[in-house]
């Protein structure tokens, strides 16, 4: 690989201004290269900075420092050779197929003969033959991503763009589109040299990409690149493949329990109110725990295993992992979660005795709720406004992560009956309507 | 398939006439007649409509209602112009935003009519000696009870284009003008046309009230359905405000079928949130169009047009290799520039607004002209509160039941959008007839066109209730009054509020000819701001018409941030089911 990359991003950074002006920085430190022939993954959970970084190459946004090169070339706005297919399809509902995917060389100002050829072609490339006049509306999702597809192709872009493509899609009609776009790409029927795609599904990395980015939070970042060298088409049950999910698993759940001095980690215990809690209900807790506690986990659970039997993504399955080892009620190691003994006694437990528990772990892991429920303790009326909590948190967050951490404390708060709360009147107090 | 496509465009040629042809033909060049027929005589000389005075004859009604057709839709054209640039405008400019939004609120908060008797003479002395200039008056006046809302849906429209489509439009490299017409015009329709249909249903009041202007001693009749109701009632003629009532429904109607079914229709297709199997509304109107090659024939043509403009307007610039040109750097001096020149306008403004005002008016009238402002708003609030007394539960009875739902809906929409100054006639001889108290009985007048706001809306809300909703609460046998404190009227409460406002804004105008009311030589009157303002206008008094205006801007704005809005917030939090 000597010939000049396709893509080169060199230490590229993003970040956003608050409203108090401060700087909030979603993607630090990112070097990538793509070259010809090479399907890049970034995988990540939500806010990672994977999508802003796609939308940095793609010239949709300009970075605060370092810079996107195609061709050897600055990226200084929506570059021609590169073209993007989007998450939620991004149609034109008032334009049919055949417009939609015409849509790109109109804004070229092709000539209409080339243009009708063009965007007939793509439609056939992508098997979209006989939806030519059909609105949007009228198709199926998987459908609608082909339009997708073949609106992004027929511009004959030399790196292809892939914004999480698949998993706005069911199960199967993901893993066909899947397949038809490898085939496409394997047997060189589409005018790309190069794709980057954005997913936060593991095996859908493992199975399509060349090479998979680890992204972390906070800020986002490449934690670790991982090649993956298993020959096309690659097969799920394949025990190279397994093992390679496996890793990534631990990669990233390694990430999660270990800890890093300098930013602040949510998860770690023991920190101050400053951190930042994921909305997940008590409901998802109980339900995570007693699926580890029964057969055929029995406590311990493969994390790749466990996201397979509870059909859950990473994106759903991480947060309530790390939400239970924040209460300590499992930990997380080497791509397993484990039940505490207090994760077993809760998951064991009837009604009462799971708040009681609930509460207790609460109140002794999470520095806000114990925060909260001093402060509510202290005051003659038992009454506190939301938003002098709010006004805390902003110290140390943006609004919104403010009003979700506390739309989580107030969730668990409501479960373990440790305080109530009124939206009408937006208070916190110590009385329960009962 | 590359056939199929050719045969798309060229088909209307081949296959000439279809059935729905010769009905769009007839349709068609009906449309143009009456629009000859309409426009004719607009540059004529104001002294002939001295010369050929109204007739009270059925026979001239037709040409009459042409003419206020043709007037409503000159204002609508204009009413689409200006929103599409100043929603533009503000929607692109953060900082023009900050004015041209509050100053938008404030200009629907102005009485309408209180705005033609100022801006009558101005236009007159316009195109002096013309018929021409009170035209403008007049579509001026239609235009400003129309545009406000649809400049502030087709903003609230361009503010939410989803993040997706803009930036396809921007990795496909769109123009700016590719990109208004052709993500942000299309994705703007929807909530447009149903603005515009409100603003159309509010514009014939105004069109009728309008027609027949007198500020002092200008004095023109132009000749509309307006004018001829205006002057049966000096003629005391009943028969003939009959003849213009059925006209006038028959307008409507027709209107109705022709322009706006149609296109709510059509529209259907620009909705972004999609759900496969959604019927659109049916329309006789549209599915004529879509299925007449000649019409298919035209709108290709049309579109080719369209296409043409944005291919002619691609500059090559924005396909060089690497990406689009940078932005150009922009001249910071408007920072500091701008607040000035606000500064300057506002100042400016209020210069002249106090010379207006106070210049010849003492305190006494300003307490008087409060005063007046406070009884035209009881009346205002009781009557809000009785209509909703009265539709609040016939709705919601109406509304679950879809089979009368589907009779009524349209006829309330109906009723909201007929000129209920034309019903005032009768009422003011039933006043005149048995001597009955103004103060008491002009009010229902200001509501009388304003009501079907309220009964519409709570259909809708009624209409919108999941039915699992319905059966839970019958399934607990919640029932009486408990079934509407729990289950009714929180249902429908945030489109109660909805309807509520529009009403409450439109009886607000209503006051201005609904409290001061003639028949004949016989005048009825109430006492209240609205008449305040009418007698004004009639002496020609500008000072008090001023007076009267922007007190009653003030009161309207103060009610509808102090009352309103908030209710309206609440009701969307605490109610909304999504």
Redesign the interface.
């Known amino acids: 690989m000597n010939a000049m990359p396709l893509l080169q991003v060199d230490a590229v950074a993003k970040s956003f201004e608050k409203p108090d002006g401060q700087e909030l920085l979603v993607l630090e430190g990112v070097n990538l290269q793509l070259f010809e022939g090479q399907i890049i993954g970034l995988l990540g959970r939500s806010g990672s900075g994977k999508s802003t970084l796609l939308r940095l190459i793609a010239g949709l946004a300009a970075p605060t420092r370092g810079q996107c090169n195609y061709l050897g070339v600055p990226v200084d706005g929506p570059a021609v050779g590169i073209s993007m297919v989007f998450q939620s399809f991004a149609l034109f509902p008032w334009l049919t197929v055949y417009e939609n995917v015409a849509l790109g060389l109109e804004a070229q100002r092709l000539p209409r003969p080339e243009i009708r050829s063009r965007t007939l072609a793509a439609i056939d490339l992508i098997g979209l033959d006989g939806f030519e006049s059909a609105y949007p509306r009228e198709l199926s999702g998987g459908m609608r991503q082909r339009v997708g597809f073949a609106r992004a192709l027929v511009v004959h872009p030399n790196i292809l763009l892939m914004d999480e493509p698949f998993s706005a899609l069911d199960v199967l009609t993901a893993e066909t589109l899947r397949t038809d776009f490898l085939d496409l790409w394997s047997e060189g029927r589409m005018p790309i040299k190069g794709v980057i795609l954005v997913t936060h599904n593991i095996e859908e990395a493992v199975l399509m990409c060349d090479r998979v980015l680890v992204f972390g939070s906070n800020p986002g970042r490449v934690l670790s690149a991982i090649e993956v060298s298993l020959p096309q088409p690659r097969n799920r049950l394949d025990p190279a493949f397994r093992e390679l999910v496996e890793r990534i698993y631990v990669e990233m759940t390694a990430r999660m329990s270990g800890v890093r001095a300098d930013v602040r980690t949510e998860f770690f215990p023991g920190q101050g109110i400053g951190s930042v809690l994921p909305h997940i209900s008590s409901n998802e807790l109980s339900g995570l725990l007693e699926a580890v506690a029964a057969e055929p986990f029995r406590g311990k659970a493969d994390l790749p295993k466990i996201a397979t039997d509870l059909q859950m993504e990473i994106d759903e399955l991480f947060p309530v992992a790390e939400t239970l080892q924040m209460l300590r009620f499992a930990e997380l190691e080497g791509g397993d979660l484990k039940l505490t003994e207090a994760g077993t006694a809760f998951a064991n437990a009837a009604l009462d005795e799971r708040k009681r528990i609930f509460a207790r772990q609460l109140l002794t892991y999470v520095p806000l709720a114990a925060h909260v429920r001093r402060v509510l303790d202290e005051r003659a009326s038992h009454v506190a406004r939301k938003s002098r909590f709010i006004d805390e948190l902003e110290d140390f967050m943006t609004e919104d992560d403010a009003e979700q951490t506390l739309r989580a404390i107030i969730g668990w708060g409501r479960y373990a009956e440790v305080f109530a709360y009124e939206d009408e009147s937006a208070r916190f107090t110590l009385e329960n309507p009962a | 398939?590359?056939r199929?496509?050719r045969n798309?465009h060229f088909a209307f040629i081949r296959d000439f006439a279809t059935r729905w042809d010769a009905l769009a033909l007839i349709v068609a060049l009906g449309v143009v007649a009456f629009l000859a027929e309409a426009s004719r005589g607009l540059l004529a000389p104001l002294s002939q409509l001295d010369a050929t005075p109204l007739s009270l004859a059925p026979v001239h009604l037709p040409v009459y209602a042409a003419r206020t057709t043709l007037r409503m839709f000159a204002a609508m054209v204009l009413s689409l112009a200006f929103t599409l640039s100043y929603a533009t405008w503000a929607a692109k400019s953060a900082r023009a935003a900050k004015l041209l939004i509050p100053l938008l609120d404030i200009l629907q908060s102005v009485p309408i009519l209180g705005f033609i008797s100022i801006t009558v003479v101005f236009f007159m002395s316009l195109v002096p000696g013309r018929v021409l200039g009170a035209e403008f008056a007049a579509i001026f006046a239609i235009f400003t009870s129309q545009a406000w809302n649809m400049a502030f849906s087709f903003y609230q429209s361009l503010r939410t284009v989803?993040t997706?489509?803009e930036?396809?439009a921007?990795?496909?490299?769109?123009?700016p003008w590719?990109r208004f017409w052709?993500?942000e015009v299309?994705f703007g329709?929807p909530a447009l046309v149903w603005n515009m249909m409100m603003s159309m249903s509010g514009g014939w009041f105004f069109v009728v009230a309008s027609e027949s202007i007198s500020v002092g001693h200008t004095s023109v009749a132009l000749p509309g359905i307006g004018s001829y109701i205006a002057l049966a009632i000096q003629q005391r003629n009943l028969h003939a405000i009959g003849w213009a009532i059925a006209t006038m429904g028959l307008v409507i109607l027709v209107y109705d079928q022709l322009l706006f079914r149609p296109l709510i229709g059509w529209v259907d297709?620009?909705?972004?949130e999609?759900?496969?199997g959604m019927e659109p509304p049916a329309s006789w109107a549209l599915t004529m169009m879509r299925r007449s090659r000649l019409i298919s024939g035209l709108t290709v043509l049309f579109y080719s047009a369209v296409?043409w403009t944005?291919?002619a307007s691609?500059p090559h610039e924005?396909?060089?290799?690497?990406?689009?040109?940078?932005p150009r750097a922009r001249w910071r001096g408007w920072g500091l520039i701008w607040p000035a020149l606000l500064l300057a306008i506002v100042a400016l403004a209020l210069r002249k607004l106090a010379q207006t005002l106070f210049a010849q008016t003492q305190l006494a009238e300003l307490r008087t002209v409060a005063l007046l402002g406070l009884l035209t708003m009881v009346r205002v609030v009781v009557l809000i509160g009785l209509a909703s007394l009265l539709w609040v539960p016939v709705g919601v009875w109406i509304g679950m039941r879809p089979r009368v739902a589907q009779w009524v809906q349209p006829l309330a929409q109906f009723l909201a959008a007929f000129p209920a100054n034309l019903l005032f006639p009768l009422a003011v001889y039933a006043i005149v007839a048995w001597q009955l108290n103004p103060d008491l009985w002009l009010s229902p007048l200001m509501i009388l066109g304003t009501q079907w706001y309220i009964l519409f809306n709570v259909i809708a809300g009624a209409s919108a209730m999941p039915s699992e909703l319905r059966r839970a609460a019958q399934n607990l046998r919640v029932g009486g009054w408990l079934w509407w404190r729990r289950v009714a009227l929180p249902g429908v409460m945030p489109y109660f509020v909805t309807g509520a406002i529009t009403a409450s804004g439109g009886s607000w105008n209503a006051a201005i000819v609904a409290e001061l009311a003639s028949w004949g030589s016989t005048k009825v009157r109430a006492h209240g701001l609205g008449a305040y303002i009418a007698d004004a206008t009639a002496a020609g008094d500008f000072h008090h018409i001023v007076l009267g205006i922007a007190t009653m801007c003030l009161f309207v704005v103060a009610i509808n941030r102090l009352f309103w809005r908030p209710l309206y917030y609440y009701a969307e939090r605490r109610y909304r089911l999504s």
Do not use: C
């Open positions: 398939m590359q199929a496509i798309h989803p997706e489509l930036e396809a921007a990795s496909f490299h769109l123009t590719m052709q993500l299309p329709l297709r620009f909705r972004v999609q759900e496969p296409r944005s291919w691609a924005a396909l060089r290799p690497h990406g689009a040109p940078a």
